[in-house]
C-alpha cells in the first residue's frame, strides 16, 4: 500500500475500522455507567477508584500471559472470543441488578473484562501489522483512534441520556451488544499469515517466551525510556476519569446528563489529537511530538484542577486527551515499525504490563486524594508531576527525530 488513498480501498481494513469504531461507541457507555452505578449506590469516589484499581491490576496480571497468548494463538480467533467473553461478562450485569444493586458484581465482572480486554488489545496492535504495510501503521493508528473517538463523542452523549431515563444498567447492556458487532467485523477480515516460531524457541520454554518481550524493550533504548516514563504518567492518570466525573457531580452539582455531555466534548480532543499527529510528527519529530503532547497535557490536568464551570471542565480535558492521543500513537506506531512481528505480541504485552503496572496504585491515590483534599490540590500536583516527565524525557533517546531511522530501536 504505497498510495495515499489505499488504506479507503482496502476491504480488510475498512470493515475492521467500521466494526471497531462501532465497538469503542459501545464502550463509553460502560466508561460513564459503571461509575455512575458505583456512585449512586455508594456515593463514594474512593469506591469508584478502588474498583478502576482493581480492574487495572487484573489488566496487568493477564498481561504477562497476553502477549505469549497472541504469538502463539491465531489472532484472529483470538480477537472473536474475547468479544464473545465481554459480551456474556456485561450481559450479566443488567440482568443480576434487575434483581437489587449488587456492587460486588462489578467487582467480579470488570477485573475479568479487563483482563480479556488486555488480550484484545494486545491482538488488536498486532492485527492493524497484519492488515496494513509498515509505511501506514501510524496512519491506520491515526484513523482508527480518530473515528473510534468520534464515536466516542456520541456515546457518552447517548450513555448520559440513556442512564438518565433508564438507568445505568441499560447503557451497559447496550455496551455488551457492542462486543458481538466487534465480533462480528473481525469475523469478517482476513489477517496476514502469522510467522510460525521456530523450533529453537519453541524448544527453549514458557519462561522464555514471557521473558521475550521484555528482553527486546530493555535492548532498545528508546522503548526502554518510554516504558519507564509512561510507567510513571500512567500512574498519575488513570484515575482521571474518575476525578473528573467527581469533580462535575461533586463540585459543580450537575446531572448524569451533563456528565455525558462532558465526556463526549472532551472526546473531541481525542479526535483532533488522532487527526493531527500524522502531520505533527511529520514537521516535528518523534521526541519533539512525544515530550510535547505529554507537557502540554500536564497543564490541561491542571487546568481542569482550577476549573469552576462546565465548559472550562470540557474544554482541559479536550486538550488532555488530544495530547494523550499525539503521545499514545506516536508510542504504538515506533513499537509496531521497530518490532519482528513474531515478537510483537509479547512486547506490547511486555510495554502495557510493565507501564500500567503502577495504575492501580495510581487510580487509588488520585481519587482518594480528591475525596479529601480536594479535586483542585491532585490536579495541581499530578499536572506539574507530568511536566517533569517531559523534562526528564529530554534527557533521554525519546528526544529523537527519528528513532526508528537512527538504529537506537533496533
Not at 516504558?227 to 476525578?243: E, K, N, P, Q, R
Amino acid at each position: 500500500m504505497s498510495e495515499g488513498s489505499s488504506l479507503w480501498r482496502d476491504r480488510n481494513f475498512t470493515v475492521f475500522w467500521a466494526s471497531q469504531t462501532l465497538s469503542v461507541a459501545g464502550d463509553s457507555f460502560a466508561l460513564i455507567a459503571v461509575p455512575l452505578l458505583v456512585l449512586h449506590v455508594t456515593g463514594s469516589v474512593a469506591q469508584m477508584g478502588l474498583l478502576t484499581g482493581v480492574a487495572s491490576a487484573a489488566s496487568v496480571v493477564a498481561g504477562i500471559f497476553a502477549g505469549v497468548l497472541v504469538d502463539r494463538l491465531d489472532r484472529r480467533r483470538l480477537l472473536i472470543w474475547c468479544d464473545v467473553a465481554r459480551m456474556a461478562l456485561y450481559g450479566i450485569v443488567p440482568v443480576a441488578w434487575a434483581f437489587g444493586p449488587k456492587i460486588w458484581l462489578l467487582f467480579v465482572v470488570l477485573p475479568l473484562s479487563e483482563a480479556i480486554g488486555m488480550v484484545f488489545q494486545v491482538a488488536y496492535v498486532t492485527a492493524v501489522r497484519g492488515l496494513v504495510d509498515a509505511d501506514r501503521i501510524t496512519e491506520a493508528n491515526g484513523r482508527l483512534s480518530a473515528t473510534a473517538a468520534a464515536a466516542g463523542i456520541g456515546g457518552p452523549l447517548l450513555a448520559g441520556v440513556v442512564a438518565g431515563w433508564f438507568g445505568p444498567t441499560a447503557a451497559i447492556a447496550i455496551n455488551a451488544a457492542s462486543f458481538g458487532v466487534s465480533a462480528l467485523g473481525v469475523l469478517l477480515i482476513r489477517l496476514r499469515r502469522q510467522p510460525v516460531p521456530s523450533a529453537e524457541e519453541a524448544a527453549r520454554g514458557p519462561w522464555h517466551e514471557l521473558l521475550a518481550g521484555a528482553r527486546f524493550l530493555w535492548r532498545q533504548p528508546v522503548l526502554r525510556a518510554l516504558t519507564v516514563l509512561l510507567s510513571f504518567f500512567i500512574f498519575l492518570t488513570l484515575g482521571l476519569t474518575d476525578v473528573l466525573i467527581y469533580h462535575l457531580k461533586h463540585d459543580l452539582g450537575q446531572s448524569d446528563g451533563a456528565v455525558g455531555v462532558v465526556l463526549a466534548v472532551a472526546a473531541l480532543g481525542t479526535v483532533g489529537g488522532s487527526l493531527l499527529v500524522g502531520p505533527v510528527r511529520r514537521r516535528l519529530g518523534f521526541g519533539a511530538s512525544w515530550m510535547g503532547a505529554i507537557a502540554v497535557a500536564g497543564l490541561a490536568i491542571m487546568g481542569l484542577g482550577v476549573s469552576t464551570g462546565v465548559p472550562v471542565a470540557g474544554a482541559t480535558a479536550a486538550a488532555y486527551l488530544a495530547c494523550v492521543s499525539v503521545a499514545g500513537i506516536c508510542s504504538m506506531s515506533l513499537r509496531q515499525q521497530v518490532t519482528p512481528d513474531h515478537l510483537l505480541g509479547r512486547v506490547t504485552s511486555a510495554f502495557w504490563m510493565t507501564h500500567y503496572a503502577l495504575g492501580p496504585a495510581g487510580a487509588a491515590v488520585l481519587t482518594w486524594g480528591a475525596q479529601h483534599h480536594g479535586v483542585e490540590v491532585v490536579c495541581l500536583l499530578a499536572g506539574a508531576a507530568c511536566l517533569l516527565i517531559a523534562v526528564a524525557a529530554f534527557f533521554t533517546p525519546i528526544r529523537q527525530q527519528n528513532p526508528e531511522l537512527s538504529g537506537a530501536t533496533g
